[in-house]
């Protein structure tokens, strides 16, 4: 694991799409792992541009999101579906509406769609490169604390403190979904290549466990001490002085 401080979340964010942007360009095939959350929206704007300047074709890539609500229809405003369409795939007529993949959170079988979700990862993947955040209690995609590291994509309930945080884009809190799709810890760690991305000073305490911690299912995230090729990406907010000095 390495981390990496780019001072400000303007930097870091331009790095993680520069990365993103030339997983696409090298590979016109390439499959990638996309997050939603404030923390992506640099990431896509600067995404966006890169692939407008260099007039990339999208059809063949294969993306795949690592969530979505249960219980919001795909043209819900806060659902993830809107997320990325508004974020990132409005902005370039070349992507294909067939190879994007985002949890049927409206399924009549949300197990049956889990399992589905999880054969299309397999089918088309591993991912080439899986974009996370991190929740302030260490959870990354909706794996709360706890989850299995064995777990696939599967429903979970969402713990108070995600709820908590995801309340400031709903009308209130009890507007917020219990439940959401996520794609389990097993499955992320599938990706060839992992960057985690961790802006402002509220991620500063969660980053600094998960460097410092050993690998539980009591922080989701310490799993990522495992896989071979993962970067932790920061600004100054996020980071501590001890932060920098801890890599490999």
């Known amino acids: 694991m390495k981390i990496i401080n780019m001072k400000n979340s303007a930097m870091a964010s331009q790095y993680v799409a520069t990365e993103l942007f030339k997983v696409l360009d090298n590979n016109s095939d390439a499959a990638i792992g996309l997050a939603t959350g404030n923390t992506m929206l640099d990431v896509y704007r600067n995404l966006n541009i890169l692939i407008t300047a260099n007039k990339l074709n999208l059809k063949n890539v294969k993306t795949f999101n690592l969530d979505e609500y249960v219980g919001l229809h795909a043209d819900h405003p806060q659902s993830y579906h809107s997320y990325m369409r508004q974020q990132l795939f409005d902005y370039n007529d070349t992507w294909d509406s067939n190879h994007i993949f985002i949890p049927n959170g409206i399924s009549k079988d949300v197990e049956v769609a889990c399992r589905n979700y999880e054969d299309k990862l397999n089918t088309f993947g591993p991912v080439d490169i899986q974009i996370l955040g991190i929740g302030e209690n260490g959870h990354i995609g909706f794996n709360e604390p706890g989850s299995s590291f064995d777990s696939t994509t599967r429903v979970v309930d969402l713990s108070d403190s995600t709820i908590n945080a995801n309340s400031i884009h709903f009308d209130n809190k009890e507007s917020v979904p219990k439940q959401a799709i996520s794609m389990g810890i097993a499955s992320i760690m599938k990706a060839q290549r992992i960057i985690l991305l961790a802006l402002g000073a509220s991620k500063q305490d969660i980053i600094q466990q998960l460097l410092t911690c050993d690998v539980t299912e009591d922080l989701p995230a310490s799993i990522l001490h495992t896989h071979p090729n993962v970067e932790i990406i920061v600004d ?13």
């Open 236 to 248: 100054d907010a996020a980071c501590f002085s001890e932060a920098i000095k801890i890599n490999g």
